[in-house]
């Protein structure tokens, strides 16, 4: 997917409601609220971060080219929206496979590490003890070390090469973009491609190639935390932010963040959709941002909130019975908002349970 | 030196290196380190520096400490000599974790090469713990950056002055270098509190590159210039350029002459700087068109050729980025392509840097307000280095003094490109031009010394034949076994 396309996909997701430089923060992964909330709201995880380096020089032309296309318009107070073109051009575009909320940039760590692995197998194996490393980082060049004088000790090139060649044939990514992603690595007599050589070699743009790496890194990733491999994994130690949430949950939370449904997640994982509901519901406890508003109405949550109030009660079958449109995994997703907002403000929680007593409708 | 003292080096030489001979220049420095002297040393690139801080410490046992301003340097000389089998190595710098730190401290005596940089030597509990070691010697590396006249100018390293200060007992310092001019040397020797220092000053003169200076009209012509002769001869080369787009410019006017180039500056993705690097090691690049970025730390000793497409704004950095060439020994060229209007803009370069007594009475009021240094920086437009010289002298001088002093720095700013334009315009020997802008004289004259003294550049250059086509990509199977070697 190429950098153009990318953009175009974020703005039709902000739906009209927001300036250009939003997109710009999204992608350099700012932590800042409005950044976190758009993120949240529109649900813009999948490009969080996507590329921590962005230069506004290449941002803005991508966005003039979208303009000058047509395919995206301003209105006089310069929110950006897509036009009947941009439209159709979206729909066209295939999946988006980046995971930046998970990976915020440290995808580019697990490269460091990986190219500076390969580089000294590449150097040692032609017998070539001292060679600049491709990597001036003395914290990753430490790590590296490390993985030598433990878990790479004993194996022989032939064994890690095979690792590495198995790992990236599971992405399913086709040939010529591997090629390309590996163009990038260093080794004895062989150095890697600068980005302007492989746009030269390629008829690519660069942006277009560092997106594509980017997703590329976030796809084996992905792969790598399903089925570990030895070298693999531990080359990937500490690149995924960490979360309160339980394994399984994680993932269920991970692919939501990715763009999918519940029925979705369901089919891909093969899990039963009851299982992805309690998944759910312990995202909606443990996230302070989750977005309620997309399960149910606003006005729901704010009765519940006083019924459940009212009659002192969480339990799901008595408050169903007072909401009968409503399903039991609604109403479990308010509920579940509901105590930690008990717990985050213990003075409103107070006078709201003094309520029920006073009217004696207890149950 | 006497015999027995010329044979008892001789023999710890061979002992410690396994060489059976000095490389010229460095037994004067050794000796003069091992009798206890306060030593300045200036000795061209690819003499040899290392050794004379290495082999001293062998005869005279304890540790030595290294001062060294720039970081990569410094874990480039400790993987050095780690590769050797040296295990009583450390390097002492902000990389470490607190782990590895308590770790080294704790270690400390057992060290026979203590690497570290100045902020570092001026932590009061580090400090504290050095000055209880058996200190041999101390080593201040790339000496020449503490000297405020020099265009690598580290005000960081002018902390080791301080710290030197403290020491009751200090052991004799070694200052090594390998251009500095003669107000350098003389910074070189007050700042590290030398007393009486020897000195060894080995004139910048490498009879191996030959030298030319071609008089072009202007920018246009200069890129015909390179275009022409690139297509006649080979590299592998460097060609120093003023701006990044100059070097985006030429490298791509290069490579559509089937030059294998790559541009090289700052404003590229580290990531990407190293690949250029290591292209040009291996011989996958000809040709790298590189701001003054390029060279420190790179260690290609066949270049053949250095080219400079405009004035370099010192003597010093001339002489240094010249010297990148022939280090192996073999016939070499260096070319400045020079144009009346050259003088302008290096003026304008270097000294635009430079902040106006006007901006550092600025600075001094802000911060006299308690404004944020960084801030005050932003305000009033400076570089990051620049604030670092100017925010040194105001704590040290204060605000009047410290604008006097920038005012001299940028006068003698221009007096350095000033030189170089003698230099440049100058008539007869290029070489004794150069040697003459450090107060020397050649001592020979090759047989391939200047384009005034006639060169001929098929003796020095070799021509270029077909060039072999551009690989294209890999598949990626193919690669990965090949970078395993499998
Ligand atoms: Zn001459």
């Known amino acids: ?363 | 030196m006497d015999m027995t003292m010329r044979e008892s080096l001789n023999s710890l030489l061979k002992q410690v290196t396994g060489f059976d001979e000095f490389r010229e220049g460095q037994e004067e420095v050794i000796h003069s380190v091992i009798s206890g002297h306060d030593t300045i040393a200036v000795l061209p690139t690819g003499a040899g520096k290392s050794l004379c801080y290495q082999l001293p410490v062998h005869a005279l046992g304890g540790t030595v400490l290294i001062v060294s301003p720039l970081l990569s340097l410094m874990e480039d000389q400790v993987a050095q000599l780690k590769m050797k089998g040296e295990k009583r190595v450390a390097a002492l710098n902000s990389f470490l974790t607190p782990k590895e730190r308590a770790e080294v401290l704790a270690n400390l005596g057992r060290y026979r090469y203590l690497f570290t940089s100045p902020e570092m030597l001026v932590q009061p509990y580090i400090s504290g713990r050095i000055k209880q070691l058996r200190l041999a010697y101390i080593v201040a590396d790339e000496a020449h950056c503490i000297s405020q006249w020099g265009f690598d100018f580290r005000p960081d390293y002018l902390r080791m002055r301080e710290w030197l200060g403290t020491l009751e007992d200090r052991p004799p310092v070694l200052a090594l270098t390998a251009t500095a001019s003669e107000k350098a040397i003389r910074d070189i020797a007050d700042y590290l509190l030398m007393e009486q220092p020897q000195m060894f000053i080995h004139p910048p003169d490498r009879p191996n590159i030959a030298m030319e200076i071609v008089n072009l009209e202007n920018r246009e012509e200069k890129t015909e210039w390179i275009l022409e002769n690139l297509s006649r001869w080979k590299g592998p080369g460097i060609i120093y350029v003023q701006s990044r787009k100059r070097a985006e410019e030429l490298s791509d006017l290069l490579r559509s002459r089937k030059v294998r180039t790559a541009a090289f500056h700052a404003g590229m993705e580290n990531e990407d700087r190293i690949l250029v690097q290591h292209q040009f090691l291996n011989g996958e690049l000809e040709w790298i068109c590189a701001t003054n970025a390029f060279g420190m730390g790179i260690n290609k000793s066949d270049i053949r050729w250095i080219i400079h497409d405009h004035l370099p704004s010192s003597a010093a950095q001339y002489i240094q980025e010249v010297g990148r060439a022939g280090r192996d020994g073999g016939q070499s060229l260096a070319t400045l392509l020079y144009s009346r209007g050259d003088a302008d803009t290096a003026v304008f370069i270097a000294v635009d840097d430079l902040p106006e007594p006007e901006t550092v009475r600025f600075i001094g009021r802000c911060m006299a307000e308690g404004m944020d240094i960084v801030e005050v920086g932003e305000r009033a437009g400076l570089s990051e280095t620049a604030l670092r010289v100017v925010s040194y002298w105001l704590e040290r001088l204060g605000t009047e003094k410290a604008a006097t002093q920038m005012g001299w720095l940028a006068e003698a700013k221009r007096k350095e490109i000033i030189s170089m334009v003698h230099f440049a315009e100058g008539s007869g020997c290029i070489r004794s031009r150069a040697l003459g802008l450090f107060g020397y004289s050649p001592a020979t004259r090759p047989a391939q010394c200047c384009s005034e003294c006639g060169i001929d550049h098929a003796r020095i250059l070799t021509g270029r034949t077909s060039e072999g086509n551009t690989p294209g990509l890999h598949g990626w199977r193919e690669r990965i076994n090949s970078l395993f070697g499998v």
């Open chain 1, 1 to 363: 997917m190429s950098f153009d396309d990318i953009l175009l996909n974020i703005i039709s997701r902000l739906d009209g409601e927001r300036y250009k430089h939003a997109a710009f923060h999204l992608m350099k992964g700012k932590r800042s609220g409005q950044t976190l909330q758009d993120t949240e709201y529109y649900r813009l995880h999948p490009f969080f971060g996507m590329l921590p380096s962005l230069h506004s020089n290449d941002f803005d032309l991508a966005y003039r080219r979208l303009l000058s296309s047509g395919l995206i318009a301003e209105e006089e107070d310069k929110t950006v929206f897509l036009t009947t073109a941009g439209k159709t051009r979206a729909a066209s575009i295939g999946p988006v496979r980046l995971n930046g909320w998970v990976y915020r940039g440290m995808e580019q760590l697990f490269f460091a590490r990986l190219a500076l692995t390969v580089q000294t197998v590449s150097h040692l194996s032609a017998g070539d003890r001292t060679f600049m490393p491709v990597t001036t980082d003395p914290v990753v060049q430490r790590e590296v070390r490390h993985l030598f004088a433990t878990i790479l000790r004993g194996r022989t090139p032939e064994d890690i090469a095979l690792e590495v060649r198995n790992g990236l044939e599971a992405t399913g990514l086709g040939d010529d973009r591997l090629s390309r992603f590996v163009s990038r690595l260093t080794g004895k007599g062989m150095s890697g491609l600068t980005w302007r050589q492989l746009s030269e070699l390629t008829s690519m743009p660069e942006m277009d190639l560092k997106v594509e790496w980017v997703e590329t890194l976030h796809i084996w990733l992905d792969g790598i935390a399903e089925r570990p491999t030895p070298l693999l994994s531990a080359l990937s130690q500490g690149v995924r932010a960490e979360s309160p949430l339980t394994g399984s949950a994680k993932k269920t939370e991970e692919l939501y963040r990715a763009g999918l449904s519940m029925e979705e997640i369901s089919q891909q994982r093969n899990l039963k959709m009851s299982t992805i509901e309690d998944h759910f519901v312990e995202i909606a406890i443990n996230d302070q941002k989750f977005p309620l508003h997309k399960f149910t109405e606003t006005e729901n949550v704010e009765a519940v909130r006083n019924e459940a109030g009212r009659l002192a009660t969480r339990k799901l079958s008595v408050l169903k019975r007072s909401f009968p449109g409503l399903s039991y995994f609604q109403l479990r997703l308010i509920l579940a908002r509901l105590g930690k907002e008990d717990g985050d403000d213990g003075h409103d929680n107070a006078g709201k349970s003094e309520q029920p007593a006073q009217t004696g409708h207890r149950i």
